[in-house]
């Protein structure tokens, strides 16, 4: 299997990317795991153009968000990652995510059919980092959007959404809470199955 991890993180070694790690850390060796850092990419805005209407990719020019468009549709497993920005995924991630629109659904040039999910069955796993402590992480404001900006993308694509993540309180942590690891190994081991 293909597995994707598309991380929205700036931090190498934040909090995100290392609940992420702690899913991959449980990943057999048979599978081929790939990261994608949408900080690391030189990708340009959507211009809602709708050239990439009904089933193609994008005209702009040539850069890094065509290559996650064909990563993305060949990928059988979809981890995606973001700190919470305001109840919302980070700018680089949703710059990334609105390029690739038809990466994860089908759209008729119209606009006027209902879209087609390109990804029914296959598993994804959402996880946020999230500096407000519980409850106030779970407020719309919060990591609750997050997760939600991620939902809507993934059940756009058809995906079964195998479980969320959430770290709360990242600023006052030192490390990843145990409690949180083992809810990151134990979806590790529930994608593979």
């Keep these: 299997m293909k597995i ?3 991380n929205g993180s700036p931090r190498k070694n934040g909090y995100t ?3 992420m790690k702690c899913i991959e850390k449980e990943i ?3 599978h081929t795991v790939e ?13 809602s153009c709708l050239q990439c209407r009904p089933n193609k990719s994008c005209i702009l020019p040539k850069d890094d968000g065509h290559n996650v468009w064909d990563k993305i549709r060949s990928a059988d497993i979809l981890i995606i990652g973001s700190p919470t920005y305001f109840g919302n995924i980070s700018g680089p991630l949703k710059i990334l995510i609105d390029r690739n629109l038809t990466a994860f659904e089908e759209i008729a040039a119209s606009g006027l059919e209902m879209p087609i999910p390109l990804h029914k069955g296959k598993k994804a796993i959402m996880v ?4 407000a402590p519980f409850p106030i992480s779970q407020l719309p404001t919060q990591s609750k959007g997050t997760l939600q900006a991620i939902e809507i993308v993934l059940k756009a694509g ?6 969320s993540i959430t770290l709360d309180g990242a600023a006052s942590r030192n490390e990843i809470p145990l409690e949180i690891q083992e809810q990151a190994k134990m979806l590790g081991i529930n994608l593979q199955s």
């Design 4 to 6: 994707l991890f598309l």
């Design 17 to 19: 990317i290392g609940v």
């Design 28 to 30: 057999d060796s048979k």
């Design 35 to 47: 990261w994608i850092h949408s900080y690391d990419l030189s990708v340009k805005p959507c211009l």
């Design 128 to 131: 946020t980092a999230c500096n």
């Design 158 to 163: 058809g995906y079964n959404i195998l479980g």
